[in-house]
């Protein structure tokens, strides 16, 4: 989202006194604008997860509330019949101290765009949606042809989110392809991507 467009939300949603949640568990390294919570601190809950991005066996999420929030989120934490890890706690504890935790997430940020960057190269027929510092990208396309995409890849052995899973409209015709940068290695995800921008020269030009 652009500084406008998120401007845009927090005014909104002061209009109309409603609260934000804000997802940041894939913000991997500092992305182009400020996330929703810097802009409305009063007002948003920002989630993260040190899992995805430093790494998976870091099972510890972290929990930004307004200030009026603090103390029902702390008795809402408490009640939970579980809790992280202490040992992870420890370790997360030591590689802030240390300068770990930064270097991995520049390492991850670096990945990130050499990924962005492959995906951008190989399905360059196609009007690929793919920011630098994300672990996914967005194929736009009309609802059949994202369908027909699905399928095709299916074919070629490759799993792509099918449209239907990140369509909050059943019956909207705009729709499209997620496609996973993040979890192949390196080599199966430049196949893969080989292979899908086969399938794309296929299709009808994308809607606008």
């Not at 029902?72 to 579980?82: D, E, G, M, N, W």
């Not at 935790?101 to 960057?117: K, P, Q, S």
């Not at 705009?174 to 893969?192: E, M, Q, V, Y």
């Amino acid at each position: 989202m652009s500084a406008a467009r998120r401007r845009a939300i927090v005014e909104v949603c002061r209009a109309h006194d409603v609260h934000i949640v804000e997802d940041g568990v894939y913000q991997a390294g500092a992305g182009e604008e400020p996330p929703l919570v810097t802009l409305a601190p009063d007002r948003c809950l920002w989630a993260g997860s040190l899992s995805k991005t430093v790494s998976p066996g870091l099972r510890v999420g972290v929990l930004v509330v307004p200030p009026d929030m603090v103390q029902s989120a702390s008795f809402a934490l408490q009640a939970l019949p579980f809790t992280p890890s202490p040992l992870s706690c420890a370790v997360i504890e030591d590689w802030l101290a240390n300068g770990t935790i930064d270097a991995v997430g520049a390492e991850l940020t670096a990945e990130a765009a050499r990924r962005a960057d492959l995906a951008t190269a190989l399905l360059r027929n196609r009007p690929l949606i793919c920011r630098p510092t994300a672990y996914h990208a967005w194929l736009p396309l009309p609802r059949q042809a994202a369908e027909r995409f699905t399928a095709a890849a299916a074919g070629l052995g490759i799993a792509v989110t099918p449209p239907q899973a990140v369509m909050t409209d059943p019956d909207d015709d705009d729709s499209g392809i997620r496609l996973c940068l993040g979890g192949p290695a390196l080599r199966d995800l430049t196949r893969a991507l080989t292979l899908l921008s086969g399938i794309g020269q296929e299709l009808p030009p994308v809607m606008r």
